[in-house]
Structure formats: structure tokens, C-alpha cells
């Protein structure tokens, strides 16, 4: 699963680094004094940034400076307080560093990689963040300022920190494979020249990432002999484990469930608020005496993670690669007709999100997008930006609006002006051009008589392709 934190300001992103993403107190399994972040992200290959992350860089980065050279690339905003309109006292945010993107991997896969020993499954999960944090880099967007539209870049720089416990409860840090993705604040334009990200990109894309990370898993888990079941959220969960032991290796979700149920609160909000109100101090164990404890929990539910990797080690790839293509085309095809049944359009990253979770391990990321890409090339799809249509669906709307045109202007309106004031108020969740159609329909009488002639010719969604 992905979340996305909301904007760190320069000194957490800073502070973050030195006692949190880095820090190697928590992280049993990893066994040296620092966590070293890796790059990722055109940005950072443009400016020659490689291998682990050094302090500095992060500093600087996080002030809006280039790494190298210390340049100031974006404007940096000093805090200031302010009286609002009911003379409150308010402090801005001083610089925006950028954001936190937690890949968090499965309860069962963390008890595989980790109290089961399998260090192919812990590079599955690298692997599969570094495919989601591209995909998610494809979005990004500058902010121009002004009445100006956003502009996709499709440049970053981003700071991965991969951790291997979670908080402790009761002094007992539970195994827990999750990778820390620091997406910095800045991005460059084709002229050369650098702006801040504009995040609302970033958070729509938070769902499309999730299902990237989680299908590249199941792929690769099943190439490497696992069999998988559908958990919570649709994340890939390796089978061979109890209900009992992966409650007991999740204390700190159970923490974080009792606060929200106790307050009376649920969503992802609430839940990343209750995640910082419940933590619980750091412990002074050693490596060993943490595993030791690990160990004594794994033995009380009969070493499940050991039998797991064994069984898996024996059988090898149980995946029938030959059929990815077959499988690709079948979870774009559901995506599409799921989508396309109410909607003329689609969000490019919501059909191949829900396509990915159709297939999930079936077909991978590459094999999902490259069925999808054909089948802009062959007309059957038709992109306009981010956005996606149906050749159906464009001679179905076209058809609709020319049978609204014949029937213009022969019958009075069916609302009156107050019915149809007291129709827009009602409206507010429509976007603006479904507005304006609906209200068209409403105040031409003639619209919808020249509509009823044609209800049983025109359906109301587009006629299916015949290829599954």
C-alpha cells in the first residue's frame, strides 16, 4: 500500500532524515549504524545524483537548493502568523520540502522476507517501489502560479529509505518491510527552468501507484513459487499463514484501529493523524535481542515463515508466463467496460489502476500499459491528456448531441426560471460541462421529446467491443 503524507515543511523533512529515515535503531534486520537512502527520479540522474543520499544533499534539496551546487531553485517561503477572519492567531508553513510516499508491503511478504529469511522476497519489494515511484514521476507537475494551469513535467528527485520494523507497542517492534519515498519539492520545465510541483497530481496518482507497487509483488512473488491470496485493499498476501499470527505480528495496526474506533473516526486521515498521537517511545533493545523476541512469536505459532519459504524454495515458479498477454488484454477490457458503462471519459490512471488489481500478478505493469498502448494506436481508445475515450463512445455522444440539435427550439422548456435556479444550486458536485448539459436537457422541452424518439436506438452506454 502507498500513502502520501501531507507537505513537510524544510526543517521535518530535515529533522525526519536525521532521527527517522535514516536512523538504524529500529531496523533489526539491517545490520549498520546508518539507513542509506538511494536516488531515484530523472531529476536526480540530471544532476548526477547516485547511490546513497548524503545529508547535505537532502538539506539542501529540501531548501529548494540544487544539491550540487547550492543554487537557490525555488523561491523559499519564511513562516509568518497572520489574525484570519475570527481573529485567530494562524503560522504558515515555512518552505515546502516535499512529501513522504510510504510503500508499506504486506504483513505476510514482511514475515517472509524477513523472519523467514527469503531475501528474494525483499528484493521484490525494492524492485517494485522503484517501478511505482516512476510510474508515479510520469505525473508530475509544475506549479506556474497565477490563473495558470499546472504543467506536466514528468521530472523529480526522490530519497528512498527502506525500513524493516514497525513502531513499537509495548516495547515490541513487530517486523515490518516498508520503503520511504521523499519526493522534493521542485521540478524543471523544457526551457531548463525550475519551479515547485504542483501536488494534487501527486495524490490522485496515490490509488494507480498502490496497485502498481502491489501487482509488480504478486508477479514477482508467483515467479518465485508463492501463492498468493487477496487480502485487505486488494494487496497480494503470500498463503501458509494463520489469521492468529499476522494479527500477532500487527500490533501496531491494532493500536492505531483501537485509537480511531475510540474516537469515532475512520479514512485514511484519521488514520495517518492517530498514527503520530499513538506512538509509543523508541526501545533500547539490541538487534539480536529484538529478533530474539520475533523469533519466540514466530515459535508459539508453529514457525509459519519457515514452512512458507521452504514449500515455495520447493516448488519454484508455479506462473504460466506464455498467457501474460492474454491476461493483460482481459484486465484492460473489464477496466474499460467497468469505466466506460456510466462515463464518456476515464482517468488514463484509473483504468490501468483497476486493470492492474484485476490481474494482480497475472500480468505485470509493462505487459498491462503496452496491451493498453496498442489499443490507443488501433483507434479503440482515444486519449486527449490524461483522459481516455472509446471510438464507441465518441460516435455514441456524437449521435446524442445531434438528436438534442434536431429537437432545439419546436416545444416551450418543461422548468420554469425558479425550478431551473433551484436545479443549478443542486448541481454543485457536477463539473462544469455536465452542468451545462444537464440544464440544457431541463429548460428544452424539445430536447427531451426529440430525445424519446431515438431512447431505444441510442442506449445509454457504449456498445462492447467483441475482443475479451
Request: proline letters at 3%; glycine letters at 6%; charged letters at 25%.
Amino acid at each position: 500500500m502507498v500513502t502520501i503524507s501531507r507537505s513537510l515543511s524544510a526543517s521535518q523533512a530535515q529533522a525526519y532524515h536525521r532521527s527517522e529515515f535514516t536512523s538504524s535503531e529500529q531496523n533489526y534486520y539491517t545490520q549498520s549504524n546508518q539507513i542509506k537512502g538511494q536516488w531515484q527520479g530523472r531529476l536526480a540522474a540530471q544532476w548526477g545524483l547516485t547511490g546513497d543520499v548524503t545529508e547535505e544533499q537532502f538539506a539542501q534539496l529540501a531548501n529548494g537548493q540544487h544539491p550540487e551546487t547550492g543554487e537557490q531553485m525555488i523561491r523559499h517561503r519564511e513562516s509568518f502568523e497572520y489574525k484570519n477572519e475570527r481573529g485567530e492567531m494562524v503560522k504558515t508553513m515555512e518552505h515546502r520540502a516535499g512529501w513522504d510516499a510510504t510503500f508499506s508491503a504486506p504483513k505476510s511478504v514482511s514475515l517472509t522476507a524477513l523472519v523467514g529469511g527469503d531475501e528474494r522476497v525483499r528484493e521484490a519489494h525494492r524492485a517494485s517501489v522503484r517501478i511505482a515511484v516512476d510510474e508515479l514521476e510520469r505525473y508530475v507537475q509544475a506549479r506556474l502560479g497565477g490563473n495558470h494551469p499546472a504543467e506536466t513535467t514528468g521530472k523529480w528527485a526522490a530519497a528512498k529509505f527502506e525500513h524493516d520494523s514497525a513502531r513499537p507497542v509495548d516495547g515490541y517492534s513487530a517486523p515490518q518491510l516498508h520503503t520511504h519515498a521523499v519526493f522534493f519539492n521542485v521540478t524543471e520545465m523544457e526551457d531548463g527552468s525550475t519551479r515547485a510541483v504542483q501536488p494534487r497530481e501527486l495524490y490522485k496518482s496515490q490509488q494507480y501507484a498502490t496497485a502498481a507497487y502491489q501487482s509488480e509483488l504478486a508477479s514477482r512473488l508467483k515467479a518465485l513459487g508463492y501463492a498468493l491470496d487477496t487480502g485487505k485493499n486488494g494487496a497480494p498476501e503470500i498463503r501458509g499463514y494463520t489469521k492468529e499470527y499476522l494479527e500477532a505480528s500487527s500490533p501496531r495496526s491494532q493500536q492505531i484501529k483501537a485509537h480511531l474506533e475510540a474516537q469515532g473516526l475512520e479514512g485514511a486521515g484519521p488514520a495517518q493523524i492517530a498514527a503520530h498521537r499513538t506512538r509509543d517511545a523508541k526501545v533500547a533493545l539490541s538487534p539480536e535481542e529484538m529478533l530474539a523476541k520475533h523469533q519466540k512469536v514466530a515459535a508459539a505459532f508453529g514457525n509459519q515463515s519457515h514452512y512458507v519459504v521452504e514449500q515455495a524454495r520447493n516448488l519454484g515458479t508455479q506462473q504460466d508466463r506464455t498467457d501474460l498477454a492474454k491476461h493483460a488484454q482481459e484486465a484492460v477490457t473489464w477496466s474499460r467496460d467497468r469505466h466506460m458503462e456510466r462515463e464518456a471519459v476515464v482517468d488514463e490512471r484509473e483504468l490501468l489502476r483497476d486493470a492492474l488489481r484485476r490481474s494482480m500478478g497475472e500480468a505485470t505493469l509493462a505487459e498491462v500499459k503496452a496491451n493498453l498502448d496498442a489499443r490507443i494506436r488501433n483507434g479503440e481508445f482515444r486519449r486527449a491528456g490524461p483522459m481516455l475515450t472509446t471510438r464507441e463512445m465518441i460516435d455514441l455522444e456524437r449521435d446524442n448531441i445531434a438528436a438534442m440539435r434536431a429537437g432545439r427550439g419546436r416545444y416551450a422548456p418543461i422548468a420554469s426560471e425558479p425550478e431551473v435556479e433551484r436545479m443549478r444550486k443542486s448541481l454543485a458536485h457536477l463539473s462544469g460541462s455536465q452542468r451545462i448539459a444537464l440544464e440544457e436537457i431541463v429548460t428544452s422541452r424539445d430536447q427531451v421529446i426529440g430525445l424519446q424518439g431515438t431512447a431505444t436506438a441510442q442506449p445509454n452506454r457504449a456498445p462492447r467491443s467483441p475482443v475479451r
